[in-house]
């Protein structure tokens, strides 16, 4: 004969909490993490439903009683690419090292849903702090407007004096590609930049066309790309059918990949009559042939800074953040240009 198992009752969620206070999951979270940004009429309405549902917030709850929760939050919106990968694998070792554990929330588009939710999320898990990895400007003024008391930190692509952002001088990257470039005698340098809405997109492209400026250089619009291999082959195919440029500049290691594809199917040689610099040093650049002249940015310590960032000393103080300034890293791809 067969048995039938009884389905156990489902605990009721924040979300449930939120369903019945008529209030967001968000505010939930905000009551259960003691946000002075809570109206006392909200707080009231969210404490009867927790009560009327029996909620009972588990971690919440061991928080109270250890005052912490030893989590790390993690708000990202493009773990796939080299540079936040990187970040983000630094960030879980850093934070392991230190016997915290990471819990991320990932979002598909930087909308202000998406990135209140995602902020909900990981306000729910009662994380110690958040580290943001998003590639718009949008995204960090929006968390400026939700004025979170949780201690958060910012990755930035210019130097300033947010005390809650760690700055990588993404112009000063592109500047010494430039530069470079620019002293080996190369008079017409092309940019293929980065989609236009991200932040390190646009320092990048910043940093090279205020190379071009100071030396008086003629200078072309950048083409503005997606960070794909192929986009740099078929945006140097359309570059070298005029060959209007001796040199190109890429805002990543991936599209400089596909330039140097598109000189070779031209038969053109790489430096002789192309020199091609990526940016971000990924570890195949030094397996590209010829090797790439690329700019490296240390990733990895920049996922380290975070957390020392977040997480008090000794002292109970917070470290002050310290800009990371990426390097130039001179490799095969680039040469004086040939005289025509």
């Excluded at 048995?3 to 979270?29: E, F, L, M, N, Y």
């Amino acid at each position: 004969m067969a048995s039938t198992r009884t389905q156990q009752p489902r605990s009721p969620s924040i979300r449930d909490v939120a369903r019945v206070a008529g209030v967001s999951h968000q505010t939930v979270s905000r009551v259960l993490n003691n946000s002075d940004a809570i109206r006392a009429e909200t707080r009231d309405k969210v404490l009867a439903a927790m009560e009327q549902l029996q909620y009972r917030p588990n971690r919440a709850a061991r928080a109270l009683v250890t005052s912490r929760t030893r989590t790390i939050g993690v708000l990202t919106a493009q773990r796939s690419h080299y540079g936040p990968a990187v970040t983000m694998q630094s960030i879980e070792d850093a934070a392991v090292s230190r016997g915290y554990s990471v819990t991320t929330a990932n979002i598909a588009e930087p909308t202000d849903t998406a990135v209140r939710d995602g902020l909900g999320h990981l306000l729910d898990q009662d994380v110690e702090g958040i580290v943001v990895i998003a590639p718009q400007q949008r995204v960090f003024d929006l968390i400026e407007e939700l004025g979170i008391r949780t201690p958060y930190v910012t990755m930035r692509s210019s130097v300033g004096e947010d005390p809650t952002a760690l700055w990588v001088d993404q112009m000063e990257g592109a500047r010494l590609a430039t530069e470079h470039l620019l002293d080996l005698g190369h008079e017409y340098v092309r940019h293929i930049a980065g989609p236009q809405d991200w932040i390190e997109a646009d320092a990048r492209m910043q940093g090279f066309l205020r190379a071009m400026s100071d030396r008086d250089m003629p200078v072309v619009p950048p083409i503005l790309g997606d960070w794909s291999a192929d986009f740099g082959y078929h945006a140097g195919r359309e570059l070298l059918r005029w060959r209007d440029c001796t040199a190109v500049f890429c805002s990543n290691d991936a599209m400089a990949l596909g330039v140097v594809h598109a000189a070779r199917s031209y038969g053109l040689d790489v430096p002789g009559d192309l020199s091609v610099v990526g940016y971000d040093d990924i570890p195949e650049a030094k397996h590209f042939w010829p090797p790439l002249t690329t700019v490296q940015v240390d990733f990895a310590e920049l996922g380290r800074r975070c957390v020392d960032l977040l997480l008090p000393g000794d002292d109970d103080e917070l470290l002050r953040p310290i800009d990371i300034v990426p390097q130039l890293v001179v490799r095969g791809s680039t040469g004086a240009p040939r005289r025509r």
